[in-house]
């Protein structure tokens, strides 16, 4: 059984830094394409950040682009999500997900399994 965890979440201040982890059991990870996600309250999920199984290619939204950075361990079959110059609108549930090709990372419905969320708050 696949199953994802995400930690890292909290209370933030604007303009401040929080890491978010991504630990997968009953999966490696190192085979896989993971995407990151969030979603605010009334508002859709939005995709934010992808990494390719390697780690090489990496996918980032409009709106996190130079602030968030992707990265893998696959050592530790874990994937991070460390974000800077945070702002109110970062404001969401974030989630993890993984699936076999970062082919249209950000979509989504090709995802194939997802953590249940960290809640980030940025205070402004």
């Known amino acids: 059984q696949v199953q994802l965890v995400e930690s890292g979440g909290g209370l933030v201040q604007a303009g401040g830094s929080a890491r978010l982890s991504c630990a997968a059991s009953g999966r490696t990870l190192s085979s896989y394409a993971v995407g990151w996600f969030r979603q605010a309250p009334g508002k859709e999920r939005e995709f934010v950040a992808a990494?390719?199984?390697?780690?090489?290619?990496?996918y980032y939204a409009t709106s996190v682009k130079g602030r968030f950075t992707i990265s893998r361990d696959n050592a530790k079959n874990t994937v991070y999500l460390q974000m800077n110059s945070l702002k109110p609108d970062d404001t969401a549930d974030y989630y993890c997900?993984?699936?076999?090709?970062?082919?249209?990372?950000?979509?989504?419905?090709?995802?194939?399994?997802w953590g249940q969320g960290t809640q980030v708050t940025v205070s402004s």
């Open positions: 990494i390719s199984s390697s780690g090489v290619t990496t």
């Open positions: 997900a993984t699936k076999r090709l970062s082919v249209a990372a950000s979509v989504a419905s090709t995802y194939d399994y």
